[in-house]
RNA sequence: GCCCCCGUAGCUCAGCGGAUAGAGCGAGUGACUUCUAAUCACUUGGUCGCAGGUUCGAGUCCUGCCGGGGGCACCA
């Protein structure tokens, strides 16, 4: 049984092909093995070119050496050379529905387990305590989410942790108005972002509340018990908030994964005086600083993280050292993940560097800044949250599903439950697809028509797919067993038969580049076949064999749609 | 001023150094008594920001420029 890509393997055919025909090694990424889109070519190799070059004969005349010995015949027709040295190679038909067949039995549709796991923490969501989570989380939660999934089925042991933001001066003035407010009356945080404003907005007017919460910001931080029992409150109030947007979401997080900076803070000390113990430190301007090599001011003076204020206290740049720091060498962690917004990128590097120098992280352990561009409105400028006009994520989840709604209340052959319940997947699968399908590293102009829209590369096209496949199925009467016989004699059959095939490819591209978009993009071309196979190729009226096969294409196709989306966070529903 | 990211069809976006740059939306024409029309087929639409360079081959890599965005010392 072929394990992985298809493509994995024809590399490894042509590695072979040119050490037996030109006494070359290669590797089997230089075997440049590529889908193709030629008609009639399933994939193309492009290595002749290159390699007719590195031996100084016509490429042509290396593609046809390479032909020669290619061991093939099991998975390939006669390959054929175009232009100025191209392979293109096309599977068998009988390799293609053996393969098919065989992964109707297969759990993992083809996918490999990793054979060297890695232990990632990933750093995602990091909404800030006593306020109300908006759309500016969208991105960081579905991202974070979509390649834990990922990660976790590719076999690696990931831990998330979610940085909520729980500490600091801020909370001097949060816990002031709670005391102000009353502590008893438990609606008193109900609404976070008044909370919240109201907060800001006498400790701006009033000198004396703004006494008293820099005052609170020392009881906070030295561990006053009562203070403490008020912060517990307010964080308390903020979790099963945030949990209410994460259960609509299906996000996987819990308070377990809660790392917030309430947690770095007892290794702020240590943290700072390691480095301070390394010599890596400095005092300039009254801050304690550490200078990474290669960063700037606009004065052209080296830029320090700065690890301790002049004030005394300890700021985001202190946590973020202490997180590396906790992660790298505390839990062991062979990469950390940070799904946070590009505009952080500096910092990231920064802290990145001075981990290193601080000898935290090994060469072997990487870290990744997985960023996403910002979120504009349609001025084309920053969301800015304090602009007032955010808008809020559970009210946009509501109207998402809401919206789906509307359509699905057409269906009378449906519960009441199962319509809600469908709702539910189509409006939170939209939202979701729509930051998860494209380049993560682009700005996304925020629109709901964007965002909500059913038609194209949108999770209602898959999950509408998906369910046809499904009804058909129901309607056949039959269940699909692995092995059943497949015959492609349809060009839509047999190029639905070639898509289905090549989910491993996706998800791997997908994890490489922490790039969900890369699996949502196989996963709407694989949709895209099924629809114009489902035009073409009747399953219910076909002869007896025919309608087998096709009932099998069908049952695959959901499988692969179902775990694709699933590895996104997005539900499948078994109908539409 | 320095650094980072982006610039592809009217709009939103894919595009792994390979062949004639692809989808969707929009617009136009067809297709539901037939497995779900939240659909499909066909048509329309491009100086890949500009100029050099590397290469057998550049939307993709390098340099410069133009345009947009972001970052650049005690907020995160």
Avoid at 27 to 39: D, F, G, K, Q, V
Avoid at 273 to 280: D, I, Y
Wanted: charged share 25%; net charge negative; proline share 4%.
């Amino acid at each position: 049984m072929l394990q992985g890509d298809v493509g994995l393997e024809l590399a490894a055919r042509v590695v072979a092909a040119v050490k037996s025909s030109l006494d070359l090694d290669i590797t089997p990424a230089e075997a440049l093995i590529r889908p193709s889109n030629r008609p009639g070519a399933d994939y193309q190799c492009n290595a002749a070119m290159g390699l007719g070059k590195r031996v100084g004969r016509p490429p042509r005349e290396v593609a046809a050496a390479i032909v020669g010995a290619l061991d093939g015949t099991d998975l390939v027709v006669e390959p054929e050379i175009a232009g100025p040295g191209f392979i293109n190679l096309t599977l068998t038909d009988t390799w293609l529905t053996t393969h098919i067949e065989q992964l109707l039995g297969e759990e993992r549709l083809g996918v490999p387990v990793t054979e060297r796991p890695r232990r990632i923490a990933i750093d995602y969501s990091s909404p800030n305590v006593a306020k109300e989570m908006h759309v500016g989380h969208i991105r960081s939660t579905v991202i974070g989410d979509a390649l834990v999934r990922m990660l976790r089925f590719h076999g690696d042991e990931v831990i998330p942790h979610n940085h909520l933001g729980d500490w600091g001066t801020p909370f001097g003035m949060l816990i002031e108005h709670l005391v102000d407010e009353g502590v008893d009356a438990d609606h008193s945080v109900s609404d976070l972002n008044v909370f919240y404003q109201e907060a800001r907005k006498k400790f701006d007017s009033d000198p004396d509340f703004a006494e008293r919460a820099r005052l609170r910001v020392v009881k906070l931080q030295s561990g006053d018990e009562q203070t403490l029992e008020l912060w517990q409150q307010l964080v308390d109030e903020s979790m099963r908030h945030f949990m209410k947007a994460y259960k609509m979401l299906g996000i996987g997080l819990t308070p377990e994964d809660n790392y917030g900076e309430s947690f770095y803070n007892q290794y702020l000390a240590d943290t700072v005086a390691e480095l301070e113990q390394k010599g890596l430190t400095e005092i300039s301007d009254g801050a304690l600083c550490v200078f990474p090599k290669g960063f700037f001011n606009r004065e052209g003076d080296p830029l320090p993280l700065i690890v301790r204020k002049s004030d005394g206290g300890y700021g985001y740049m202190s946590t973020d050292l202490a997180t590396a720091r906790y992660w790298g060498v505390e839990r062991a962690a062979t990469d950390l993940l940070y799904v946070v917004g590009t505009p952080q990128a500096q910092h990231f590097a920064m802290v990145f560097v001075a981990s290193r120098d601080a000898g935290w992280l090994t060469p072997e352990q990487n870290t990744v800044h997985v960023n996403f561009g910002s979120i504009l409105g349609e001025d084309g400028k920053m969301f800015r949250t304090r602009s007032g006009d955010t808008v809020k994520l559970i009210d946009l989840l509501t109207e998402a599903i809401d919206r789906a709604a509307a359509v699905v209340g057409e269906r009378e052959d449906l519960t009441a439950e199962e319509r809600a319940s469908i709702a539910h997947a189509v409006g939170i699968g939209a939202v979701k697809y729509a930051d998860l399908s494209s380049d993560r590293e682009k700005d996304y102009v925020f629109s709901w028509e964007k965002m909500l829209a059913t038609d194209g590369n949108t999770a209602t096209y898959l999950q509408y797919a998906n369910a046809r496949t499904l009804s058909i199925i129901r309607k056949s009467g039959e269940t699909v067993r692995p092995g059943a016989k497949v015959t492609l004699a349809e060009k839509a059959e047999r190029d639905l038969a070639l898509q289905l095939i090549q989910l491993p490819a996706a998800v791997q591209a997908a994890i490489d580049g922490y790039t969900p978009h890369k699996l949502t993009t196989y996963l709407y071309e694989t949709a895209s076949a099924f629809t114009s196979f489902f035009e073409k190729c009747p399953v219910l009226k076909a002869e007896p064999e025919i309608r087998a096969s096709r009932l099998a294409l069908c049952a695959l196709t959901s499988k692969v749609l179902t775990l694709g989306l699933d590895l996104l966070g997005i539900k499948a529903p078994t109908r539409l």
